[in-house]
C-alpha cells in the first residue's frame, strides 16, 4: 500500500505548538493526536495548558482525558494506542511536548523488561537515586536527579535485565509505525520572548485556577501526573510552602524544561524548524506550504 501523510509538531513548552496546530488542522481538515504525557490524564487541564472545550469542538483531538490519575501510561501504550488509531484519521497532526513518546512511535522501543510492581514497590522503599548511580551510572548521568520516576525506571531495567538501560536502548529498536511518511516541523521561537511568554503563562496558571485543580485531585497526590510542572509545585505550596517560593520555583522549573525540551528536539532527525511562535501568521503560512508541498506527493 502507498504511504499515508502524517504531520507531526514538536518543540518546547509554551512555543505556540497546539495554535500551529489547529490551524493546520482546519486548513487540511486533519485531526489532532496528543503526544504530552500529562493531557491523557483526566483532571490535569489548568497545568498542562490543554485544548479549551471550545478548540477541542472546532478540531477534534484524541489521546486526551483516555487514563485516571493512578493508571500507568507508557510510551509502548502511546505508540501502540496511535498505531491503532491512524486509520481511522485522514489527516492526522500529531502534536505535544513529550518527546520520548513521539521517538517511540516513529522509530521504536527497544526490547526492554515489563513493568514489575512488586520490585518496583521494594525499589521505592530504597535510595533509588544511590542505587541507580551505582548499578547504572550512565543513566544516572543522563537522568535528572529530581526525576524520580525516570530514575525508578532505569534501575528496575537494570534489575530485571541484568544490563543498564543505556544498553538495552543501543539495541535495535522494534516495531516503528509503519505505512506513513512523516512531516516533522519544529517551532522555534527566539528564547528570551519564549521564557518571557513562559513566565507570563505560570501566572495565569497560578492566579486562574491551578491551585483549585490542585485540591481537587488531592486523592491523586502520589500519582505519575502530580510530578509535572506547576503540580509539583502547587502541591508543595498547599502542603504549607511558601506561595512566593513555590511559584518562583515554578517559574524557574519551566524554562528550564524548555530548554531540555530544545535539545531533545534539536537531537531528533529530519525536522524542520520554523523560526517564530507557532500562532504568529507568518510562521503558520510557511508551515502550510511547507505540508502542502508535502501533501502533493500522496494520493486524495
Same mark, same amino acid.
Given at each position: 500500500?502507498?504511504?499515508?501523510? %502524517?504531520?507531526?509538531?514538536?518543540?518546547?513548552?509554551?512555543?505556540?505548538?497546539?495554535?500551529?496546530?489547529?490551524?493546520?488542522?482546519?486548513?487540511?481538515?486533519?485531526?489532532?493526536?496528543?503526544?504530552?504525557?500529562?493531557?491523557?490524564?483526566?483532571?490535569?487541564?489548568?497545568?498542562?495548558?490543554?485544548?479549551?472545550?471550545?478548540?477541542?469542538?472546532?478540531?477534534?483531538?484524541?489521546?486526551?482525558?483516555?487514563?485516571?490519575?493512578?493508571?500507568?501510561?507508557?510510551?509502548?501504550?502511546?505508540?501502540?494506542?496511535?498505531?491503532?488509531?491512524?486509520?481511522?484519521?485522514?489527516?492526522?497532526? %500529531?502534536?505535544?511536548?513529550?518527546?520520548?513518546? %513521539?521517538?517511540?512511535? %516513529?522509530?521504536?522501543?527497544?526490547?526492554?523488561?515489563?513493568?514489575?510492581?512488586?520490585?518496583?514497590?521494594?525499589?521505592?522503599?530504597?535510595?533509588?537515586?544511590?542505587?541507580? $548511580?551505582?548499578?547504572?551510572?550512565?543513566?544516572?548521568?543522563?537522568?535528572?536527579?529530581?526525576?524520580?520516576? +525516570?530514575?525508578?525506571?532505569?534501575?528496575?531495567?537494570?534489575?530485571?535485565?541484568?544490563?543498564?538501560?543505556?544498553?538495552?536502548?543501543?539495541?535495535?529498536?522494534?516495531?516503528?509505525?509503519?505505512?506513513?511518511?512523516?512531516?516533522?516541523?519544529?517551532?522555534?521561537?527566539?528564547? $528570551?520572548?519564549?521564557?518571557?511568554?513562559?513566565?507570563?503563562?505560570?501566572?495565569?496558571?497560578?492566579?486562574?485556577?491551578?491551585?483549585?485543580?490542585?485540591?481537587?485531585?488531592?486523592?491523586?497526590? $502520589?500519582?505519575?501526573?502530580?510530578?509535572?510542572?506547576?503540580?509539583?509545585?502547587?502541591?508543595?505550596?498547599?502542603?504549607?510552602?511558601?506561595?512566593?517560593?513555590?511559584?518562583?520555583?515554578? +517559574?524557574?522549573?519551566?524554562?528550564?524544561?524548555?530548554?531540555?525540551?530544545?535539545?531533545?528536539?534539536?537531537?531528533?532527525?529530519?525536522?524542520?524548524?520554523?523560526?517564530?511562535?507557532?500562532?504568529?501568521?507568518?510562521?503558520?503560512?510557511?508551515?502550510?506550504?511547507?505540508?502542502?508541498?508535502?501533501?502533493?506527493?500522496?494520493?486524495?
Amino acid at each position: 500500500m502507498a504511504p499515508k501523510p %502524517l504531520i507531526a509538531i514538536a518543540g518546547p513548552t509554551g512555543s505556540g505548538k497546539s495554535a500551529l496546530a489547529l490551524e493546520v488542522a482546519r486548513r487540511f481538515g486533519g485531526e489532532i493526536v496528543n503526544y504530552d504525557s500529562v493531557q491523557v490524564y483526566r483532571g490535569f487541564d489548568i497545568g498542562s495548558a490543554r485544548a479549551s472545550a471550545v478548540e477541542r469542538a472546532d478540531v477534534r483531538h484524541h489521546l486526551i482525558d483516555i487514563r485516571d490519575p493512578l493508571e500507568p501510561y507508557t510510551a509502548g501504550d502511546f505508540a501502540r494506542d496511535v498505531t491503532a488509531l491512524l486509520p481511522s484519521i485522514q489527516f492526522p497532526i %500529531l502534536c505535544g511536548g513529550t518527546g520520548f513518546y %513521539l521517538r517511540a512511535l %516513529l522509530r521504536g522501543l527497544s526490547p526492554s523488561p515489563q513493568r514489575d510492581d512488586a520490585l518496583r514497590a521494594d525499589l521505592e522503599r530504597r535510595d533509588v537515586r544511590r542505587l541507580l $548511580e551505582r548499578l547504572d551510572p550512565e543513566a544516572a548521568r543522563r537522568i535528572h536527579p529530581n526525576d524520580r520516576n +525516570k530514575s525508578l525506571r532505569a534501575l528496575e531495567m537494570r534489575v530485571l535485565a541484568r544490563r543498564s538501560s543505556t544498553a538495552l536502548f543501543a539495541d535495535q529498536p522494534v516495531k516503528p509505525l509503519e505505512g506513513y511518511n512523516c512531516l516533522l516541523l519544529g517551532v522555534d521561537p527566539p528564547r $528570551e520572548a519564549l521564557y518571557a511568554r513562559l513566565d507570563a503563562r505560570c501566572e495565569a496558571m497560578w492566579n486562574c485556577g491551578l491551585l483549585d485543580e490542585v485540591r481537587a485531585l488531592m486523592p491523586f497526590a $502520589e500519582s505519575k501526573p502530580f510530578e509535572s510542572l506547576g503540580y509539583r509545585q502547587a502541591l508543595a505550596h498547599l502542603r504549607g510552602k511558601p506561595a512566593a517560593e513555590c511559584f518562583e520555583e515554578m +517559574k524557574v522549573k519551566t524554562r528550564q524544561y524548555a530548554k531540555r525540551q530544545w535539545t531533545w528536539f534539536r537531537a531528533e532527525p529530519g525536522i524542520e524548524w520554523l523560526h517564530g511562535f507557532g500562532d504568529d501568521a507568518e510562521l503558520q503560512h510557511e508551515a502550510c506550504k511547507k505540508i502542502s508541498v508535502f501533501a502533493e506527493h500522496f494520493e486524495p
